[in-house]
């Protein structure tokens, strides 16, 4: 079925290492259940954006170097979360332009778009009968154009759409906002945190008013913070990370 | 000044209220929405919006040189500001010069930057802000809290207690259309008391010399027609080279703003009437110094439209008034560290960076990438707190190396597993004042990898 040859490094984002290694067995075992050859490189640790969100990319140097140098072997560098893969793209702009960098930055896909773009998967069968939210990661959104912001006359696409439209028994809910920042924003998040928390609530509200059991998104960290905010509150939602969803498949 | 986060935790006390100020802006971004969107061609626009805007600025001093001719040309008294206390003085030297007192204001953002408002007053001049907005936050004494809609922050009860008590109107009445008639009743005599009248400009023509000025009150119309002088103010980035530049930007100013499709009145201000006088300002007030610096100076193509607030989550839940800098919002956050960087630093934190403002901004000002860079500048500066300069660099070495990175991460699991409750969700963790931290797993993916995939 797929003709893909090359070999593709999975990068795994440090919070999802630590805290949802579930996120990255889903992304791994999906890759391999398409027959891909997917290597873990052992000493990969972060893309380096905390500290360059925070404004200190300078400081980040050093790991945007670690990573090209984990990386640079493969043909194709895929990971689960839109915003780390962006920061590779956009960001490793500091570095010195070397083909090891610019390959690097070329190559690193996010998940939805390595599957639709490079591999032209768009219905894997999956079956997961439940109603799921939506919510457009803003860096995934506006930073790889994964979907047409909501503020863009552009004809409208999505990639997390179309992966999740032909499965079977899965309801996406429409939202009365259809991408709006659920508030993580990195380390925004702790320096802060009452808007953060408040944004992150109206996300939760929007997609329980409108039924979802699920929020679902391409980035954990948006999922680990409206996570964490739905504990807290008691609410009646669960997170998954479309790598999960994905992985239902049974090839 | 406190900061941004500590006046958007006091605005975030009271939930009903931000949920108010929320709903109330994000209903004009889906005005915003529908408006633009019946114009299949929005996006070209936008970027020839931004052309011209580029091509403008590349060559900012001949157009302005080119304009100023031909406003001298028109009978119109041109003066130049470099920064705001020339500016007022230059005002207030026009108003002296005719022995005036009594002067009507439309809307400029510039004469706020400026603070023209309380020098004049100080000189005994008495100023009236026509517009409805801004009359209303200049009887309560503060600033307005958005460039376009300057009370949003207020709701309509507010405003009737206000103009009960400034106005005379009935106790406890809130209709608008009753407020806005007495404030009507009241703006009309100080239109025909008024010797002279200042307003803002939106575009100033190069070719032709006019000046081009949006309202929806008239309030510009009625002032400047009433009066024996007009003044018109405006910043060195309003000119745009051709008069068929001007379609572009009015189809897209009041789209943007209240998704209108066009303001109600767009005033065209070419030459002064039979026995009146016609000035205009141009000021710089650093200006100039933002058009020198690659990075920020496309910051100058703003047309002040208000969209990138009413976009904003950020915005939208802490209020205008949060960010202390006339301009507030997105736009404000990149603009004002020009100013100050030591002083609005910290606005560029004021982010997630969803970069929803720079989608909407019709002359698609890249914001979000220069609130990105202002942060790097900010830290390039040492201006960072030392606790997020002193993290950051150990967050940096921790994770340049693959062995520290792992113990470290095994020892946040374990520290989170174990720690009793209080001594984990304590002053220093914000993460957990609103939120849990996520339950730790027993191992971690690079772990589980090394046992279940070893080859
Ligand atoms: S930056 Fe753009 S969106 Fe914001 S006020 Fe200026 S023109 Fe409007």
């Known amino acids: 079925m797929i003709t893909f040859k090359g070999r593709i490094g999975l990068f795994i984002p440090c919070y ?3 805290f949802y290694p579930q996120v990255g067995i889903a992304t791994l ?18 893309c380096g954006q905390p500290m360059a969100n925070s404004g200190c990319e300078e400081d980040a140097r050093k790991v945007y170097q670690k990573f090209v140098a984990n990386f640079s072997s493969f043909d194709y560098v895929v990971s689960p979360s839109g915003s780390c893969v962006y920061h590779v793209r956009k960001h490793y702009n500091i570095l010195e332009q070397t083909e090891d960098v610019k390959k690097v930055r070329q190559n690193t896909f996010e998940l939805c778009e390595f599957l639709l773009d490079v591999l032209n998967v768009d219905d894997l069968g999956i079956h997961f009968p439940h109603k799921v939210g939506i919510h457009q990661s803003c860096h995934g959104l506006r930073g790889l154009k994964l979907g047409t912001g909501s503020e863009l006359v552009f004809e409208k696409q999505s990639k997390v759409h179309k992966l999740l439209s032909k499965a079977k028994g899965l309801e996406i809910i429409n939202l009365d906002r259809e ?12 320096f802060q945190p009452d808007i953060s928390v408040k944004m992150g609530k109206d996300r939760i509200a929007d997609h329980q008013k409108n039924g979802a059991e699920y929020i679902t998104a391409t980035d ?31 090839p | 000044m406190i900061s941004h986060s500590k006046a958007a935790k006091i605005f975030l006390q009271d939930e009903p209220r931000t949920d108010w100020h929320d709903q109330a802006l994000w209903f004009v971004r889906q005005k915003r929405d529908g408006a633009v969107k019946q114009l299949p061609e929005w996006e070209k626009l936008r970027e020839t919006a931004s052309q011209i805007k580029e091509a403008t600025l590349s060559n900012l001093g001949s157009y302005l040189e080119q304009f100023e001719k031909q406003a001298i040309k028109n009978g119109v008294q041109v003066h130049w500001a470099v920064d705001a206390s020339e500016f007022n003085r230059c005002v207030l030297e026009i108003i002296q010069k005719h022995k005036a007192t009594k ?36 009887f309560r004494n503060e600033p307005p809290s958005h460039i376009v809609l300057p009370a949003i922050h207020l709701k309509k009860e507010e405003v009737g207690e206000l103009f009960h008590e400034k106005l005379g109107t009935n106790k406890g009445a809130s209709d608008p259309a009753y407020l806005t008639q007495a404030a009507r009743g009241h703006l009309r005599k100080k239109f025909l008391q008024a010797d002279v009248a200042l307003t803002g400009v939106n575009f100033a023509v190069a070719e032709t010399g006019a000046l081009v000025v949006c309202t929806n009150e008239g309030n510009a119309d009625m002032g400047v027609n009433a009066a024996k002088v007009q003044i018109h103010c ?26 209108q499709a066009v303001t109600t009145y767009t005033s065209h201000y070419l030459k002064p009437e039979k026995g009146k006088e016609m000035h205009v300002i141009i000021v710089d007030n650093g200006r100039s110094e933002i058009l020198a610096k690659p990075y920020y100076r496309n910051s100058l193509k703003c047309i002040r439209c208000g969209a990138c607030m009413n976009t904003c989550p950020v915005y939208r839940r802490s209020g205008g008034h949060s960010y202390g800098y006339t301009i507030p919002g997105p736009i404000g956050s990149i603009l004002s560290p020009n100013n100050n960087l030591k002083k609005y630093g910290n606005l560029a934190f004021a982010s997630t960076l969803c970069g929803s403002c720079s989608n909407v901004c019709p002359v698609k000002i890249n914001i979000h990438e220069q609130l990105y860079n ?13 606790i997020k300069s002193i993290s950051m660099k150990m967050a940096a070495k921790v994770l340049a190396n693959s062995r520290l990175y792992q113990l470290f991460g095994k020892m946040a699991r374990v520290a989170v597993r174990i720690s009793p ?5 304590n002053k220093l963790n914000t993460w957990g004042e609103g939120r849990e931290l996520p339950i730790p797993p027993n191992y971690s993916f690079n772990e589980w990898y090394r046992i279940n995939r070893k080859q």
């Open chain 1, 16 to 18: 999802i290492d630590q």
């Open chain 1, 220 to 250: 954990t960290s948006c999922l680990m913070h409206l996570e964490g905010i739905i504990r807290r509150n008691n609410k009646p939602l669960k997170t998954i990370h479309i790598a999960e969803i994905l992985n239902t498949w049974k």
């Open chain 2, 374 to 386: 202002w942060r790097q500048q900010v830290a390039a500066d040492n201006l960072l707190s030392p």
């Open chain 2, 234 to 259: 405006m910043g060195i980035e309003k000119v745009i080279p051709r008069t068929k530049d001007l379609g572009v930007f009015t189809r897209m100013l009041a789209r943007s703003a209240t998704g």
């Open chain 1, 179 to 190: 991408d709006e920042c659920c508030g993580f924003g990195g380390t925004f998040s702790v």
């Open chain 2, 103 to 138: 002067v009507v204001k439309s809307k400029s953002m510039l004469t706020e930057e400026c603070h023209l408002n309380p020098y004049l007053e100080n000189a005994g001049i008495e100023v009236v802000d026509t517009d409805l907005g801004e009359r209303i936050i200049q």
């Open chain 2, 421 to 425: 409750r209080l001594l984990l969700y």
């Open chain 1, 29 to 46: 075992e999906l890759l391999e259940k398409l027959g891909l050859d997917v290597a873990y490189p052992f000493r990969q640790t972060c």
